[in-house]
């Protein structure tokens, strides 16, 4: 066991598949002779050297085309795109490629590519730097989105991601990169897809939330915690996602909280709006509140904490859902 952060994390995890497999190749700008632009490929070409770490000219269709090529191919490429807003460049090789093998081909190929990248704002980057586009990819059939909150999730995440026969968006919370440390095994190891976790205990409200949100919304829930008893769902998983673990907090509480970054509009927190209200509309006691982005692009640093749902946002959208 050695205490990580989460780009640590995601270093150790890539090392483990590398040295497990030997089809697992890794790829992007600047991954090998640099190790990243957040250093989460520190070392790793030295180790395995240029043709399993392989730097890629500056260019996210392409990095995603050649991935595709690779995985059809027997390879399990794991290619880092350095941040997510840069997706959208490559978005055509994934929807109309990646995701449609298995289905195109009958079940005769499948697509084992993961695309790396870091998400979310708070960092005060430039624009296309700090996007969530969770929902983008939740939406096209094929492709598996997850969005782990803890080195420990981020490790064991990225590698059941790397077996998993299917292409899957691995979006990690940049804002949180090194902000969180805990012990993780050094070894490898699994944690399931579509699995939620349940980062806190409670009974009056269920709260459900992913990525650097995690960490905030259980900041906020302690400030509040002698009055209201929250129940906190890390999701892990966007898609497929964990409804039945939600249910059970939701038949448990009677009131949900969904938080997430990207904006308000057809974000993943309607599809698990619309689910429960589906399936546990007589569970609710309250009607379900979203506490999110706003239906604007992410605004430039000097805005940017006005546009991300802070403590006192959350906790007021605690305290409305709980005086209904």
Sequence with gaps: MAVMNIVQAVNSALKCALEEDKSVVVLGEDVGVNGGVFRATDGLQKIFGPKRVVDTPLSELGIAGVSVGMAVNGLKPVAEIQFSGFLYAAFDQLVSHAGRIRTRSRGRF??????????????????????????????????KVVCPSTPYD??????????????????????????????????????????????????????????????????????????????????????PFDSKAILESVKKTGRLVIIHEAPRTAGFGAEISATVSEKGLDLLSAPIVRITGYDTTLPFPKLEKEYIPDEARIIAGIKKVMAY
């Design 110 to 143: 499948s697509c084992p590519l993961v695309v790396r990248t870091p998400s979310g704002g708070g960092i005060r980057a430039l624009e296309l730097h700090c996007e969530m586009p969770e929902s983008f990819f939740a939406h096209a059939p094929g492709i």
């Design 154 to 239: 981020t490790k064991g995440l990225l590698l059941a991601s790397i077996k998993d026969p299917d292409p899957v968006i691995f979006l990690e919370p940049t804002r949180i990169y090194r902000a969180i440390k805990e012990e993780v095994p050094d070894n490898f190891y699994a944690v399931p897809l579509g699995k939620a976790r349940i980062a806190k205990q409670g009974k009056d409200v269920t709260i459900v939330t992913w990525g650097a949100m995690v960490k905030y919304t259980l900041d906020a829930v302690e400030k509040i915690k002698n009055d209201i008893d929250a129940e906190v769902i890390d999701l892990r998983t966007i898609y």
